[in-house]
């Protein structure tokens, strides 16, 4: 699968959850408690990221350290989905943003490829 | 230009700022500044969404708020790509880990689709 | 109490929880799990306050959301009180630093309050 | 001057910058910003208290770092300091919720202090 398969899938389970009982699963609770529940996630996570990446610093060449700091961006990424879902959003929105920002588009890519 | 090709265009801009001079460009700068620097605006980025989406929560049919809130949110995905290309990963490792973690494989893709 | 009896006996507090047993509070439960523990706490509660803030800047005539939000602050400075017993540091530290920084002597306090 | 003082001098310094011209002193343009701005400082700074925090973990016998750690924490308290001033509130009301969180009253503290 690639990356745009990946972010469909997620979007589409996050969108199941909606409709799942709270104590089916963690996305279903967490939508449950509500958006406080779930900003109080986004914070930790990031606050995770920051503490991975020191680590990550220290040590450069464990490799399991290096998983750390991608499993805590993961979490990141994905509590903000959470967020997004909860609030009729989803990654499309965010890439459609970064690529109009940069200027990325069909065209711009084939430039910035050169 | 779907998600795929926009975090590849994203990635191959991050590498080649990796090479421009620090006064060229915001993530030019940003790295030369070093990963504290990168890190201090994650966490800039991680408070800035959850105030956007507390304005969201509060004014619900705004639709700058909702952009504001998707803008906070791509600010954050692209700090923490910056931390990412700075540290030798990027946006294919954490996907890989977010599909790895939901089983959303080619196959079980197609059973969550169902 | 005045506020330097409250911050003494809080620290005296958090200096006894060093020699207790990690079950026995939830302040010797953190030392026992570490500072990323602490950290994580600290993050979690710094996230909290922006949380509450905004709550209060919405409903700013609301008692019960000025209390959340004092109480909220106060798990943040409480946090960071239990990262600095850690590292053998205490609120005097922190306030001595911020007494220097604004020239806040015992002279130069005569000349603030005028 | 002891812990109380300090406080007392540092809320009535919040107070006066209320009063001045944005562009008189940082303090007084952090309020003209308005609260997002305070808020946006306090979740910044929590994030280089854990970033200086993970820094002295790695070298705990670094005075500068040591330092560096309680310049971070005090940086925090400052600025929700500004944000209580900024709000009505200041350091006496989180004190005073501790206090009471903890049983520190003059009798309490007397038995802690044993």
Same mark, same amino acid.
């Given at each position: 699968m +690639? +990356?745009? *398969?990946?972010?469909a @899938?997620?979007?589409?389970i $996050? =969108? /199941? #959850? !909606?409709?799942?009982?709270p104590d089916s699963?963690?996305?279903a609770? $967490?939508y449950?408690k509500?958006i &406080?529940a779930?900003l109080k996630?986004?914070? =930790?996570?990031a606050?995770?990221?920051? %503490?991975? @990446?020191?680590?990550?610093q220290y040590? +450069? =060449?464990?490799?399991? $350290? #290096? /998983?750390k700091?991608?499993? *805590?961006?993961? &979490? $990141?990424?994905f509590?903000? %989905?959470?967020? %997004?879902a909860d /609030?009729?959003l989803? @990654? &499309?929105?965010?890439?459609?943003?970064?690529?109009? #920002?940069?200027?990325?588009?069909?065209?711009? =890519? !084939?430039a @910035?490829r050169?």
């Open positions: +690639n +990356n745009s *398969e990946i972010l @899938a997620l979007t589409e $996050l =969108e /199941q #959850r !909606k409709k799942a009982k699963s963690y996305v609770s $967490l449950d509500g &406080d779930i996630k986004v914070g =930790e996570e606050t995770e990221t920051v %503490m991975a @990446a020191k680590d990550f040590h +450069n =060449e464990d490799a399991a $350290l #290096r /998983q700091l991608i499993a *805590e961006i993961a &979490d $990141l990424w509590h903000t %989905m959470i967020l %997004m /609030q009729g989803s @990654a &499309d929105d965010v890439l459609k943003e970064l690529a109009s #920002r940069f200027g990325v588009s069909g065209h711009d =890519e !084939k @910035a050169k």
